[in-house]
Structure formats: structure tokens, C-alpha cells
């Protein structure tokens, strides 16, 4: 009859829909596995070009979960709420763990460059596999390491400006890292700033006269061609002060030294387009 008959129809697809579920189980164990695995060498490998093309291989693993994600959000088979790919979570996942062996290092004496390594390691990783989602989880990571670094730098010896200093020196992408984390950021600026307090272009001069053991007349040639680059600068900033069109700027720039050759107002003039 038809009940009967919708009620097998129903345990029919039903079996066929668990089926599919376990399918898809079993591939994402698989891509999952595999895609990790590729991640793990990747991590360890000190080569650029070989790191590239182990995280390439992750790549090529990500966009086939994400279009088998798309393809089970299609079908029913999985709601659309925004949650990562497993495959994603499980990056993730590995690089929670390289970073809380990496404070768990910072609470007992430790090696500058064993730090240093982890961070620069988990950036250029995370970076060379272009997913926004990692990078952001990455970065997230690296912040709890540089919290950790500043907070424990009278046991360790060494904070932020040292640890800044060794990724610069040392590693690749290492200034990429100092200049776009933001404590790093606070950390320039709180040292430009206590640098600079309270310096005018007089004092700037003594200063050097001092350190550079200048004769009078050095330091009078000097001060001379300091006032004129602040003058300058000043001058430009002044007028520019609300609204500032960089091709204008340099063109008149540009067109003040062909005239006059006067290399102090020249870099008064480069001052004034860095600010």
C-alpha cells in the first residue's frame, strides 16, 4: 500500500544518506590526514622553495575540501554556518600547539634564537599558504608568544627590542614580522619617542658636535644646514597641512632642487613626504 511504500522509500534514503555520510567522513579523514602531513614537513623545512611546494600541495588539498564543503552544503548534507573546514581546524590546531610549547619555553630560561625561530617558522608558514583564516589564527599565536616575551623578559634576559633585533638580523622575513605585529609597532614608537623627547635642531647639533668631536667651525657649518632642512620642512608642512597631494609635492620638490642644488632643502623635502 502507500504507506508501506513511502516507508521504504524513506528507510531507502535514509541508507543512502548515511552512506554518503560516511563517505564523506572517511575523504575528509583522508584529505585531512594527508594535507597535514604536507603542513608538518613544510613546517620543518628550512628551504623556501621546497616549504612552497610542500604548501602547495596543502593548497591544492584545501581548495578540494572547500569544494566538497560547498557541494555538501548544496546537498543538505551540512549547514552553511561559517564553521572552518576540518582540514583548517586542524592547521589551526597544530599551530596552538607549537605555540604554547614555545611560552611553556619562556617560563625557564631559554635561547633568543629557539624563540625567534618559532615565531618567524609559524609566519612565513602561515603566510606562503595565502588563507586568511590561518594567517589571522597565526598572528593570534605569535601576539600570545610576544606578550609572553615582554612579560618574562627579566628571567629570559632578553624582551622585545632584542627579540626584534634577532628576527632583522637573522631571518628572512623577520622585518616583515617586527613591522607588521603590533606590539612590536608600540614598541618602535615608545623608543622613537623617548629618543626624540624634548630634541630641537639645536640641541640634535651639540649632541653630535660632542659624540663626532667637531671643531667650531664644523659645528657652525652644521647647524646651519640642519635649521635649513627643519626650515623646509616646516614650510611644506605648513602648507600641506589638511590635504596633501604626493605628486604635487614631490614635483615641486623636485623642481626647487634642478633650480637652486641645494642638498639640505632636498632632504628636508624627503622628511617632509616620509611624515
Given at each position: 500500500?502507500?504507506?508501506?511504500?513511502?516507508?521504504?522509500?524513506?528507510?531507502?534514503l535514509?541508507k543512502?544518506?548515511?552512506?554518503?555520510?560516511?563517505?564523506?567522513?572517511?575523504?575528509?579523514?583522508?584529505?585531512?590526514?594527508?594535507?597535514?602531513?604536507y603542513?608538518?614537513?613544510?613546517?620543518?623545512?628550512?628551504?623556501?622553495?621546497?616549504?612552497?611546494?610542500?604548501?602547495?600541495?596543502?593548497?591544492?588539498?584545501?581548495?578540494?575540501?572547500?569544494?566538497?564543503?560547498?557541494?555538501?552544503?548544496e546537498?543538505?548534507?551540512?549547514?552553511?554556518?561559517?564553521a572552518?573546514?576540518p582540514?583548517?581546524?586542524?592547521?589551526?590546531?597544530?599551530?596552538?600547539?607549537e605555540?604554547?610549547s614555545?611560552?611553556?619555553?619562556?617560563?625557564?630560561?631559554?635561547?633568543?634564537?629557539?624563540?625567534?625561530?618559532s615565531?618567524?617558522?609559524?609566519?612565513?608558514t602561515?603566510?606562503?599558504?595565502?588563507?586568511?583564516?590561518?594567517l589571522?589564527h597565526?598572528?593570534s599565536c605569535?601576539?600570545?608568544?610576544?606578550?609572553?616575551?615582554e612579560?618574562?623578559?627579566?628571567?629570559?634576559k632578553?624582551?622585545?627590542q632584542?627579540?626584534?633585533?634577532?628576527?632583522?638580523?637573522?631571518?628572512?622575513?623577520?622585518?616583515?614580522?617586527?613591522?607588521?605585529?603590533?606590539?612590536?609597532a608600540?614598541?618602535?614608537?615608545?623608543?622613537?619617542?623617548e629618543?626624540?623627547?624634548?630634541k630641537?635642531?639645536?640641541?640634535t647639533?651639540?649632541?653630535?658636535?660632542r659624540l663626532?668631536a667637531?671643531?667650531?667651525a664644523?659645528?657652525?657649518?652644521?647647524?646651519?644646514?640642519?635649521l635649513?632642512?627643519?626650515a623646509?620642512y616646516?614650510a611644506?608642512m605648513?602648507?600641506h597641512?589638511?590635504?596633501?597631494?604626493?605628486?604635487v609635492i614631490?614635483?615641486?620638490?623636485?623642481?626647487?632642487?634642478?633650480h637652486?642644488?641645494?642638498l639640505?632643502?632636498?632632504?628636508?623635502?624627503?622628511?617632509?613626504?616620509?611624515?
Amino acid at each position: 500500500d502507500d504507506t508501506q511504500l513511502q516507508n521504504d522509500l524513506v528507510n531507502e534514503l535514509s541508507k543512502a544518506k548515511s552512506h554518503a555520510k560516511k563517505w564523506v567522513a572517511r575523504m575528509e579523514l583522508d584529505i585531512t590526514g594527508q594535507s597535514t602531513q604536507y603542513y608538518d614537513d613544510a613546517r620543518k623545512q628550512n628551504v623556501p622553495a621546497k616549504r612552497k611546494n610542500l604548501l602547495s600541495k596543502v593548497t591544492s588539498c584545501m581548495e578540494l575540501h572547500e569544494r566538497l564543503q560547498e557541494k555538501l552544503v548544496e546537498l543538505g548534507l551540512r549547514p552553511n554556518d561559517g564553521a572552518d573546514m576540518p582540514l583548517v581546524a586542524k592547521i589551526k590546531t597544530r599551530i596552538s600547539e607549537e605555540t604554547e610549547s614555545t611560552v611553556q619555553d619562556l617560563s625557564r630560561p631559554c635561547e633568543i634564537g629557539r624563540i625567534a625561530e618559532s615565531i618567524h617558522g609559524t609566519y612565513v608558514t602561515a603566510t606562503d599558504l595565502v588563507n586568511s583564516a590561518i594567517l589571522a589564527h597565526a598572528e593570534s599565536c605569535i601576539a600570545k608568544i610576544l606578550d609572553g616575551v615582554e612579560r618574562l623578559k627579566t628571567n629570559n634576559k632578553f624582551g622585545l627590542q632584542e627579540l626584534g633585533t634577532v628576527l632583522e638580523r637573522d631571518f628572512p622575513q623577520g622585518g616583515q614580522i617586527v613591522a607588521n605585529m603590533p606590539q612590536f609597532a608600540e614598541m618602535n614608537l615608545l623608543a622613537f619617542q623617548e629618543m626624540t623627547a624634548g630634541k630641537t635642531p639645536q640641541s640634535t647639533v651639540e649632541e653630535a658636535v660632542r659624540l663626532n668631536a667637531l671643531s667650531e667651525a664644523q659645528s657652525s657649518l652644521l647647524l646651519q644646514a640642519v635649521l635649513q632642512i627643519f626650515a623646509l620642512y616646516d614650510a611644506i608642512m605648513k602648507k600641506h597641512l589638511f590635504h596633501a597631494e604626493l605628486a604635487v609635492i614631490v614635483a615641486d620638490i623636485k623642481r626647487h632642487y634642478e633650480h637652486s642644488r641645494n642638498l639640505a632643502d632636498l632632504i628636508g623635502g624627503v622628511f617632509a613626504i616620509w611624515s
